[in-house]
Every structure is written in structure tokens, then in C-alpha cells.
């Protein structure tokens, strides 16, 4: 029988500050030159708790943070005071704003776009080959017959 019933907890092994306990990613910071830790609080998706860590370390650290999602550190919300109680209401509230947005994606902010499923790769590179294996038409000289430009414009060839 085992003597420990707490469950396992994991960190993410892509954002800073937080980590997997009981199917929830929970978030929490330790004060500067401090052994305290403020509570940020229990989210339902990593990149909420990550949120939840940014709002806490820029205002705690400043500009020099080490943030899960710098480019919004500008749309974050900042805490009135350094009071744990105000760090935690704007963290919440960073998270509530990173779970309402689609500006977060869960592969770190990068979505996945199939070029070759959209432009048909395999297809054009092929096309592309073919067309560069045409000739140039016949330029009008004096010894052969003479082609008869319509156009006003210059000549695609000419160039």
C-alpha cells in the first residue's frame, strides 16, 4: 500500500511556470530574492496557465521576464500593485483573455498551413518543368518567312 495518494505532476515541456496536476495546468511564480511563491491559479489549458505566469513574471521581473508569449506582453493586463492578490487578478484575467482570443495556438503560436495541399506541389512543379521546355517562337529575319506582329507592343522574346 502506498503512503503517498498525492498525483503525479508534470511540467510542460514547452511554457515556463506551470505544470499538469489532476488534468489541469496550475501556475505559479516564486518572488524575487524570496522564497514565497504566489499562486496564479488552476486553468483548463496550458497556454491559459502560460498566460497566467507572463502577466505574473513581467510585473514581478519587468523587461527582462523570460515570457512564454512576448508578443503579447503589450495586450497583457498589469496588476495595480506587486500585492499577490492584485498579480493574481491580472493573471486570471490574461488567462481569461488568452482563452477567449485565437491568437494562442497549442503548437506555440505557429498554425500549420499545407502549402503543398493548396497550391497542388507536386502538380505545379511539373507544370513549371513543362513550360520551361518550350521554344521560343521563330524570330522574323531576312532569311526565313516573316512572323506578323499584330500587336503594337513589344515582343516577349525581344527582352
Not at 506551470?18 to 491559479?41: D, F, N, Q
Not at 523587461?63 to 495595480?80: I, Q, V
Not at 491580472?90 to 493548396?118: H, M, N, Q, W, Y
Amino acid at each position: 500500500m502506498s503512503t503517498s495518494t498525492k498525483t503525479p505532476t508534470s511540467k510542460h515541456p514547452l511554457y515556463r511556470g506551470i505544470r499538469c496536476r489532476s488534468r489541469k495546468w496550475v501556475s505559479e511564480i516564486r518572488e524575487p530574492r524570496k522564497t514565497t511563491r504566489i499562486w496564479l491559479g488552476t486553468y483548463a489549458t496550458p497556454e491559459m496557465a502560460a498566460a497566467a505566469y507572463d502577466v505574473a513574471a513581467l510585473s514581478l521581473k519587468g523587461c527582462h521576464a523570460e515570457l512564454n508569449f512576448p508578443d503579447l506582453a503589450g495586450s497583457y493586463p498589469m496588476p495595480a500593485s506587486l500585492e499577490p492578490a492584485f498579480i493574481r487578478s491580472a493573471a486570471e484575467a490574461a488567462a481569461e483573455l488568452v482563452k477567449c482570443s485565437d491568437v494562442v495556438r497549442p503548437t506555440g503560436g505557429v498554425e500549420f498551413v499545407d502549402e503543398e495541399a493548396i497550391f497542388g506541389m507536386p502538380n505545379l512543379l511539373i507544370d513549371m518543368a513543362d513550360g520551361m521546355m518550350i521554344s521560343p517562337p521563330p524570330e522574323g529575319g531576312n532569311d526565313g518567312p516573316s512572323v506578323v506582329d499584330s500587336s503594337d507592343s513589344d515582343n516577349l522574346w525581344s527582352y
